[in-house]
């Protein structure tokens, strides 16, 4: 069974900086990848990005990119340049190499202080 | 082109009555989920179709909870005899295929808020 673990229930961050989201993983599947979603006090998921573990370079798009560290089972979030819109819950999750059911970390809480 | 919908956005209901939340995926995507998502807990997998096969049933919490999708496209959860546990965030997704081998991203809506009495 996979497991995802976010250790970081909330956090604050200056507005123009950068914040480091952990996501530490474990599964038994030797090909798998991680996604990063976004949820906004509306409730609505928002893809950021994903990376699987065969990628070489780390992910990117945009302020988002996704530091990958297999041997330590991490895949951490880092938004650069933080904006007041950024404060939301974010969720790391990971697909089983059957099927498509997600599962889930319990989440960061982020709140961007002016 | 549109989302994923769901509706109702908000559900008040009393323990005991049956309940029914609908989802609208993206149109042409074959694959459908629902997850769960408990007051200051994360998503939960409750169930899961592709295209023509059979539901992946394994995450629903008891029998009181099913779902069917119609002519692959909208679907509906219902619970039935509704408990105040059953009060949550229903979310539902979808993505192209669905098929198993490459990781898909999966597009959410914006869920139904379901309060049992």
């Known amino acids: 069974a996979q497991k995802i673990t976010q250790t970081q229930p909330g956090m604050f961050v200056q507005e123009k900086e950068a914040v480091t989201l952990d996501c530490t993983y474990d599964?038994?599947?030797?090909?798998?990848?991680l996604f990063w979603y976004k949820q906004p006090s509306s409730g609505e998921m928002i893809f950021l990005i994903y990376?699987?573990?065969?990628?070489?370079q780390n992910a990117t798009e945009g302020r988002y990119s996704l530091n990958f560290q297999k041997a330590r089972k991490s895949a951490n979030l880092v938004i650069s340049a933080s904006q007041l819109g950024d404060s939301a819950m974010y969720f790391c999750?990971?697909?089983?190499?059957?099927?498509?059911?997600?599962?889930f970390g319990g989440g960061t809480r982020v709140l961007v202080k002016p | 082109g549109a989302g994923v919908s769901q509706s109702p956005s908000n559900k008040v209901t009393e323990k005991g009555k049956d309940v029914e939340l609908r989802c609208d995926p993206i149109?042409?995507?074959?694959?459908l989920y629902w997850y769960r998502q408990s007051l200051g807990q994360g998503l939960e997998f409750l169930i899961y179709?592709?295209?023509?096969?059979?539901?992946?049933k394994s995450g629903l919490p008891s029998d009181r909870f099913s779902a069917e999708r119609t002519g692959g496209s909208v679907s509906t959860l219902t619970i039935q005899r509704t408990q105040q546990e059953d009060s949550a965030v229903y979310l539902c997704?979808?993505?192209?295929?669905?098929?198993?081998?490459?990781?898909?991203?999966?597009?959410f809506g914006p869920g139904t808020r379901l309060l049992v009495l």
């Open positions: 997704a979808s993505s192209p295929h669905g098929t198993s081998g490459e990781a898909e991203t999966q597009y």
């Open positions: 599964t038994s599947d030797q090909s798998y990848g």
């Open positions: 990376q699987g573990s065969y990628d070489e």
């Open positions: 999750a990971m697909p089983p190499s059957a099927g498509n059911k997600l599962t």
């Open positions: 149109s042409g995507h074959t694959a």
């Open positions: 179709f592709q295209g023509n096969s059979a539901p992946d």
